[in-house]
């Protein structure tokens, strides 16, 4: 490790780049999941439809149908063929998250990740400790669980206790009995297991992260070579596990973050003040310099300031 890993997370992106550009995907995927959240609002409060539904199922402009495909599979282990049009809804949404990066929904789009995000910042503010921390296949095993009680109870299992679609009836309908769903996410992150919800147990997670397996979007460390071991990137990162394999390769092996955990929230790019993060497509994979490379030909700068 570098002297820097004593300065504040990303400060030294801050003081290179400026505030703006060392939280510019932050900004990004606040102001997304504001807006997915706001159109579905918009009817209920202002009277103006241009999407009828929730993030389940909805009808945008009365023509576009989109539709949960997790929701659309756990209908149809229950006993419940969906109507053509929730069908087709979830084909469109399953194909784009397939596409793009199944957990981009997790980070981009879903209501409930600044709750998790909010937890997590206190939890480090606090000095905390990480606490319970469940295997991250935990979530799998959730997943299958909720299938196999949808099949058995013909009914769509995980509706009853989600906190998104309970955030979601709340804002609409009034929280109620909603916010003690959404407080107990919280204080499970605050608390109990340091980012445990999303990283180990919500299996609406887990779905996307198998549906975008093999998606096109990707974050890549080209320049891994002129990583200083700040070590900011896996601070920030919600699933820091996937970022040593690309960062800490050999010579030849890809720079590509290929785990289909990764959320591709961008924030280690944010961080990285010697820039060496980019977002960039599956088949950019030419081999990057490894950190081996770097020992050999230069001194690490975090190391020289050590020093």
Known sequence: MSGKTKLPVGQEAIEKFGWLRAHRFLLLRRASQLLFLGLFLMGPWFGIWWVKGNLSGSLTFDILPLTDPFITIQSMVAGHWPELTALIGAIIVGVAYALIGGRVYCSWVCPINPV??????????????????????????VLAMVLAVSALTGTIAWEFVNPISMLHRGLIFGMGFAWAFVLSVFVFDLFISRRGWCGHLCPVG???????????????????????????????????????????????????????????????????????????????????????????????????RAA
């Open 206 to 304: 887990a779905f996307y992260g198998l549906l975008g397996s093999k998606s096109v979007l990707r974050v890549s460390a080209p320049k891994r070579s002129e990583c200083d071991d700040c070590m900011d990137c896996f601070a920030v990162c919600p699933e820091m596990h996937v970022i040593a394999p690309a960062l800490r390769g050999q010579d030849g092996d890809t720079p590509l973050i290929l785990s289909p955990d990764c959320t591709n929230c961008g924030r280690c790019i944010d961080v990285c003040a010697m820039d060496v993060f980019r977002f960039t497509h599956r088949f950019d994979d030419t081999p990057a310099p490894g950190r081996e490379t770097r020992t050999r030909t230069q001194p690490a700068s975090g190391a020289s």
């Open 116 to 141: 998790t995000d909010g937890a997590h910042w206190l939890h480090e503010k606090l000095g905390m400790p990480k606490g319970w921390q469940p295997k991250r296949g935990t979530r799998y095993w």
